[in-house]
């Protein structure tokens, strides 16, 4: 299995919203997207796959943004990134059962419970918990101190 860029990144900025759950404003997605350094455009494509599958509500205006749409503690990582159609598939054929000439290979079952196991175990992080580690806790505050400095630069500099 290979994660592609776009399942982490999904779970990245689905991170940056538990971390604002408890705020009871809606996060801007320049907000994520500076916090996270992903560009704005392709989180737009993500969050729409998000909203689409109920993980995010989404507000528009001058004070929109997107929130979770249910407590951090009730998503699993595993929805997240199957919600931005991320296949947890390490066979392979991709569960096709014709790896080898058309037909199952000799590890074909090894790599499809391993593939269950992956999903088993991502299915059980929940992203609330994963929000409460102090390494977790640590990364944010550096994040949003450099955004703080930058945007404290750029006003400086524009004076």
């Known amino acids: 299995m290979k994660l592609t860029t776009k399942g982490r990144y999904a779970v990245t ?9 408890s705020d009871s404003r809606h996060v801007a997605l320049k907000s994520i997207a500076r916090h ?5 455009a392709y989180l737009e494509q993500i969050f729409a796959k998000l909203k689409v599958s109920g993980l995010v509500s989404a507000t528009r205006g001058p004070n929109g943004g997107y929130r979770l749409s249910r407590p951090a503690d009730s998503i699993s990582i595993f929805e997240i990134i199957d919600a931005v ?3 947890i598939d390490i066979t392979r054929c991709h569960g096709k059962e014709d790896c080898q000439d058309g037909e199952v290979c000799l590890t074909h079952e090894l ?5 269950r196991q992956i999903s088993l175990f991502l299915d059980g992080l929940k992203l609330g918990d994963i929000v409460k580690t102090p390494r977790v806790r640590q990364v944010a505050e550096r994040q949003s101190m450099r955004c703080a400095a930058n945007e404290y630069t750029q006003r400086v500099s524009f004076s």
């Open 36 to 40: 996270q350094e992903i560009s704005v």
């Open 85 to 87: 159609d991320e296949p």
């Open 13 to 21: 900025a689905m991170m940056d919203l538990a971390l604002h759950e």
């Open 111 to 115: 790599w499809t419970d391993l593939s």
